[in-house]
């Protein structure tokens, strides 16, 4: 009999499979703050349950999907990214990324960024996920999972991370939840919902929903659909153009959905929500990061409720695509706060791990394929 997996089902289902198994209404309670609340992966950590329900859920249910394969952090000890393994052998990575405030002590703000495919469909040229193409859709409970893995490694960080824990101090807690990592979110869309619903469940792992931030290419159904489902969600669309010419390029499923309709679902999402919706633009050297494009950018969003992050780009080795300048990324964001958008230039994190989305997984990917073929070559004796 294949194993339940618990992280795939909703309140509602946990108790249809404890209500078939003889249990008590109150049992989904104690399962699901175990699940959600204490973090538990093994069923025996879950004390106050009996030794039968502890038993017939070690025997027929599984609880974390992932299986950590490699773990990489940057030499500042900020950014840890992490390659799991699912069930049938297909990888996904998942990135940590800790902030210290201003006047802070180091990580104030803790915040993971997970997938939400195992590869992606979107094919957008400069990114290591796209060029890898789509595997399958994650479900909900592998998406999950990531999040909660985050909060158990920051529960009980390696004690060689200086100044991320004291002994004597309160655990620490995951703060910030983007969904930014491997694949397309709204391409996934019930799935994605789910696993949301899931992190921000008041009983369980209860995240705000406004530490959420989801990040879509512009898929223009998923973002009307977005408006309507009441939690507070962050809203991120990737843009990286102005122009469907240049963005068809970069952004293949511009084709279908072009700016003029991604704008206009935005639109409608602002006036739906009354939320702020940023934009994301990925500054690549002599491809997008001209004054003229930084003006045609600032034309295209004038009025709108909404706030551009510009993020030098992560490098793919062996791409054309690289980062722009910091003097012509400075130029860029000057031109844009002139014209009264406001503007950020995130933070480059990672450059030294792979953090970019893919990037790991194809290094992994590479090397073992390296190695495959080392150990097929004949001798040389």
Request: charged fraction near 20%; hydrophobic fraction near 40%; include cysteine.
């Amino acid at each position: 009999m294949d194993s339940q997996a618990l992280l795939d089902l909703t309140r509602e289902a946990l108790g249809a499979l404890l209500a078939g198994w003889g249990e008590p209404r109150y049992r989904v309670d104690q399962v699901w703050q175990w699940l959600y609340r204490r973090l538990a992966t093994d069923p025996a950590q879950m004390t106050n349950l009996p030794g039968s329900l502890r038993q017939r859920l070690s025997a027929e249910a599984v609880i974390d999907p992932l299986r950590l394969i490699h773990e990489q952090r940057s030499t500042d000890g900020q950014t840890i990214k992490w390659l799991f393994r699912l069930y049938d052998g297909l990888t996904i990575e998942t990135v940590l990324m800790l902030y210290a405030e201003a006047g802070g002590s180091g990580g104030d703000r803790r915040t993971v960024c997970i997938s939400t495919q195992a590869g992606c469909g979107m094919g957008c040229v400069f990114c290591a996920t796209g060029q890898a193409g789509l595997a399958r859709n994650l479900s909900s409970g592998e998406i999950v999972a990531q999040a909660l893995f985050a909060a158990r490694w920051l529960a009980a960080p390696p004690p060689d991370l200086e100044g991320l824990s004291t002994p004597s101090g309160p655990p620490l807690a995951l703060t910030n939840v983007v969904v930014m990592g491997m694949g397309e979110p709204l391409a996934n869309y019930d799935r994605t919902w789910q696993a949301l619903r899931t992190i921000t469940d008041a009983e369980g792992f209860g995240l705000g929903a406004r530490h959420i931030t989801l990040s879509t290419v512009g898929l223009v159904p998923g973002i009307r659909q977005m408006a309507t489902e009441g939690l507070q969600v962050n809203l991120a669309v990737s843009l990286h153009a102005a122009n469907d010419e240049l963005r068809t390029s970069l952004v293949p499923i511009n084709h279908r959905y072009p700016v003029r309709d991604v704008m206009a679902a935005v639109q409608e999402y602002v006036e739906h929500t009354h939320r702020r919706v940023t934009f994301e633009y990925a500054l690549m050297r002599d491809i997008n990061d001209a004054p003229a494009q930084a003006r045609e950018l600032a034309r295209l969003l004038r009025g709108l409720l909404c706030h551009v992050n510009l993020i030098p780009l992560n490098p793919v080795s062996g791409s054309p695509y690289q980062p722009s300048s910091p003097e012509r990324a400075s130029a860029f964001q000057a031109i844009l706060e002139r014209e009264g958008i406001p503007t950020t230039m995130r933070q480059r994190r990672g450059i030294d791990i792979d953090a970019g989305c893919g990037q790991l997984r194809r290094r992994m990917t590479l090397a073992g394929d390296s190695q495959a073929s080392e150990d097929r070559a004949p001798s040389a004796g």
